[in-house]
């Protein structure tokens, strides 16, 4: 599917944030385990989150859609071997986290996914879950992957090589689904959404002390069931809206739910910190996590060089910070940020490739890119490939408000993995967002 986003004069609106595709994994994965009747409030309908879904149903859960809702049956029998491939089609965070859980409860599985995920790399998690006693078959660290029957041990210790939440997510879930206890220290502190919602069901979990940022101890019990849980809006999503708000003229957008994990809301502080004008109000706590309504008006933005240590918190949204940067005043510098370059695709040369094809002024490195703002309207009439990641489309569409005469994106189909609503949202703050031959 190829879009086309034409020029706009202003955006303007109320709209509610979709569910969020991270949380709406995690809670089906730990409401499976939970094994109670539980209703799922916010779950966003999209591919990521639907193919874990089909895939805990394959190894015994029961877990049927119901509208804006989900709802689990508490199971009758344990989980069970799958008896057909676990397809979790693009969805790196589904592979990762099942990957755990499968290993804890000592199942067998064999696990593909769509020709993206098959390329992105496994080793990170398939080599501590190995020393953790999983019994894993592989195609050289990617997929396919055979799981079989595995023993998990008690006590694990890991330092983390990478600053990675899923792979921190699988770990503890491959310790509960085992229930043996887990310590994991991080390079970076990462989003925290496991964590948050292994607390929330009565889990126990130790930070240590304030010294030994990053270590997450988990010591085993029982998980308490509830019947309801309520996912939050998608922060990522409502990012590409927060940025086409701020660069588009005399626009003003309130995002209503917007999850606002500290873990996971990075790229607020770096907008504000470029001069970006962003109020947020009705700050509250929902089944431990933070949400709140977002307000969003046109800014000129200023070109900043972005903290390293703020870049594990922004990772998903550096496609759309780099839309931004395009039309800030000066240089916007971001670095260390090579984990980008295994994602649904090598995003910083796909973010780099665009643009070149915008003729807009930039360098790129291993790890990041440098960005020569001050730009007014965007003249191209190439068409900007997204290489099927569903960010770099949305980025590049966002982009658009402020093209001479549109500007075209092709391969967006993936745009439905995440946020299967983007084009419908945007179009009614007042974007002109179509489908284009």
Same mark, same amino acid.
């Given at each position: 599917?190829?879009?086309?986003?034409?020029?706009?004069?202003?955006?303007?609106?109320?709209?509610?944030?979709?569910?969020?595709?991270?949380?709406?994994?995690?809670? @089906?994965?730990?409401?499976?385990?939970?094994?109670?009747?539980?209703?799922?409030?916010? +779950?966003?309908?999209?591919?990521?989150?639907?193919?874990?879904?089909?895939?805990?149903?394959?190894?015994?859960?029961?877990? *049927?859609?119901?509208?804006?809702?989900?709802?689990?049956?508490?199971?009758?029998?344990?989980?069970?071997?799958?008896?057909?491939? @676990?397809?979790?089609?693009?969805?790196?965070?589904?592979?990762?986290?099942?990957?755990?859980?499968?290993?804890?409860?000592?199942? =067998?599985?064999?696990?593909?996914?769509?020709?993206?995920?098959?390329?992105?790399?496994?080793?990170?998690? $398939?080599?501590? #879950?190995?020393?953790?006693?999983?019994?894993?078959?592989?195609?050289?660290?990617?997929?396919?992957?055979?799981?079989?029957?595995?023993?998990?041990? =008690?006590?694990?210790?890991?330092?983390?090589?990478?600053?990675?939440?899923?792979?921190?997510?699988?770990?503890? #879930?491959?310790?509960?689904?085992?229930?043996?206890? $887990?310590?994991?220290?991080?390079?970076?502190?990462?989003?925290?959404?496991?964590?948050?919602?292994?607390?929330?069901?009565?889990?126990?979990?130790?930070?240590?002390?304030?010294?030994?940022?990053?270590?997450?101890?988990?010591?085993?019990?029982?998980?308490?069931?509830?019947?309801?849980?309520? $996912?939050?809006?998608?922060?990522?999503?409502?990012? +590409?809206?927060?940025?086409?708000?701020?660069?588009?003229?005399?626009?003003?957008?309130?995002?209503?739910?917007?999850?606002? =994990?500290?873990?996971?809301?990075?790229? #607020?502080?770096?907008?504000?910190?470029?001069?970006?004008?962003?109020?947020?109000?009705?700050?509250?706590?929902?089944?431990?996590?933070?949400?709140?309504? $977002?307000?969003?008006?046109?800014?000129?933005?200023?070109?900043?060089?972005?903290?390293?240590?703020?870049?594990?918190?922004?990772?998903?949204?550096?496609?759309?910070?780099?839309?931004?940067?395009?039309?800030?005043?000066?240089?916007?510098?971001?670095?260390?940020?090579?984990? #980008?370059?295994?994602?649904?695709?090598?995003?910083?040369?796909?973010?780099? =490739?665009?643009?070149?094809?915008?003729?807009?002024?930039?360098?790129?490195?291993?790890?990041?890119?440098?960005?020569?703002?001050?730009?007014?309207?965007?003249?191209?009439?190439?068409?900007?490939?997204?290489?099927?990641?569903?960010?770099?489309?949305?980025?590049?569409?966002?982009?658009?408000?402020?093209?001479?005469?549109?500007? *075209?994106?092709?391969?967006?189909?993936?745009?439905?993995?995440?946020?299967?609503?983007? *084009?419908?949202?945007?179009?009614?703050?007042?974007?002109?967002?179509?489908?284009?031959?």
């Amino acid at each position: 599917m190829n879009l086309e986003s034409k020029p706009i004069q202003h955006l303007e609106g109320e709209i509610i944030c979709p569910g969020d595709k991270s949380i709406s994994q995690r809670i @089906l994965i730990i409401g499976s385990l939970l094994n109670c009747n539980m209703e799922i409030e916010g +779950f966003l309908d999209a591919y990521d989150p639907n193919s874990t879904l089909n895939a805990l149903n394959k190894i015994g859960a029961s877990i *049927k859609k119901n509208n804006n809702s989900v709802v689990l049956k508490k199971r009758t029998n344990a989980f069970i071997d799958a008896s057909d491939e @676990l397809d979790l089609g693009n969805s790196g965070t589904g592979i990762r986290l099942m990957l755990g859980l499968v290993s804890g409860l000592g199942i =067998n599985a064999n696990f593909i996914g769509d020709s993206s995920l098959s390329e992105r790399p496994m080793s990170r998690v $398939i080599d501590p #879950l190995t020393e953790m006693g999983a019994l894993i078959e592989s195609n050289n660290g990617k997929l396919p992957i055979n799981v079989i029957k595995s023993n998990i041990i =008690n006590s694990y210790s890991y330092k983390l090589p990478i600053a990675s939440a899923q792979v921190k997510s699988c770990l503890l #879930l491959a310790a509960i689904a085992s229930k043996n206890d $887990i310590n994991l220290i991080e390079p970076k502190i990462t989003r925290d959404h496991t964590e948050r919602m292994i607390e929330y069901f009565g889990g126990a979990i130790n930070y240590g002390d304030a010294s030994k940022i990053g270590n997450i101890e988990l010591s085993y019990r029982e998980l308490q069931s509830k019947s309801n849980y309520q $996912i939050v809006g998608d922060f990522s999503s409502a990012s +590409f809206i927060i940025v086409a708000s701020l660069i588009s003229y005399n626009s003003e957008v309130l995002i209503k739910n917007v999850g606002l =994990n500290e873990t996971r809301c990075g790229l #607020l502080k770096v907008l504000q910190m470029m001069g970006g004008e962003i109020q947020i109000t009705q700050n509250k706590e929902v089944c431990n996590e933070k949400v709140g309504d $977002i307000l969003v008006k046109s800014s000129n933005l200023e070109g900043i060089e972005v903290p390293d240590s703020i870049i594990p918190n922004i990772i998903d949204e550096i496609p759309i910070l780099s839309i931004a940067a395009v039309f800030a005043n000066g240089k916007t510098l971001i670095k260390n940020a090579s984990e #980008l370059k295994v994602k649904e695709s090598d995003r910083l040369s796909a973010i780099s =490739n665009g643009l070149d094809k915008l003729k807009i002024r930039h360098e790129l490195f291993d790890d990041g890119l440098s960005i020569y703002g001050n730009y007014d309207e965007l003249d191209t009439s190439e068409v900007i490939d997204s290489y099927g990641d569903h960010r770099i489309a949305m980025s590049f569409l966002i982009a658009g408000a402020r093209s001479k005469n549109g500007l *075209k994106v092709k391969n967006c189909g993936n745009i439905k993995t995440s946020f299967p609503s983007f *084009k419908d949202i945007m179009n009614s703050i007042g974007m002109k967002i179509d489908e284009k031959n």
